[in-house]
């Protein structure tokens, strides 16, 4: 099923983490900036707390479809950690990303307070 990103899920995911993968620890920036030879590019991997498909890491063929592309089941990371987290379900479990999520907003929240 192709994945379909509503414009403001997307803004929310990137104004909130600001572009930074929300792995804990990690804080590697997913956007390489334009050069002399080439465009901006963002590395960001956008991952699923509970997966895009039925059959995918932490399924719940229960939750409706039009609910998996969006903010609230989404989580912004660098490559490595998209791949680190979908290859452990048993780690990363829905109970572990989603406070890995609000805490990289909450992060970013506080970031742009001070």
Same mark, same amino acid.
């Given at each position: 099923? +192709? $994945? *379909?990103?509503?414009? &403001? ?6 104004? !909130?983490?600001? =572009?930074i993968?929300?792995? +804990?620890?990690?804080? *590697? !920036?997913?956007?390489? +900036? &334009? ?9 960001? @991997? ?6 895009? =498909?039925?059959? =995918? ?10 609910? $998996?592309?969006?903010?609230?089941? !989404?989580? !912004?990371?660098? =490559?490595h ?7 452990? @379900?048993?780690? #990363? ?7 890995? &999520? #609000? ?8 970031v742009?307070?001070?």
């Amino acid at each position: 099923m +192709p $994945r *379909k990103y509503r414009e &403001q899920d997307l803004k929310l995911l990137f104004g !909130l983490s600001s =572009g930074i993968c929300a792995y +804990p620890g990690c804080k *590697k !920036l997913c956007l390489s +900036p &334009q050069n002399t030879h080439d465009d901006a590019s963002v590395e960001a @991997e956008i991952a699923h707390i509970v997966a895009h =498909g039925d059959k =995918g890491p932490r399924a719940n063929p229960d939750m409706p479809k039009e609910e $998996r592309d969006r903010y609230d089941n !989404l989580i !912004l990371l660098c =490559g490595h950690h998209h791949n680190l987290v979908d290859n452990r @379900e048993n780690t #990363f479990t829905i109970e572990t990303l989603i406070p890995i &999520q #609000f805490e990289d907003a909450l992060n970013t929240a506080f970031v742009m307070k001070s």
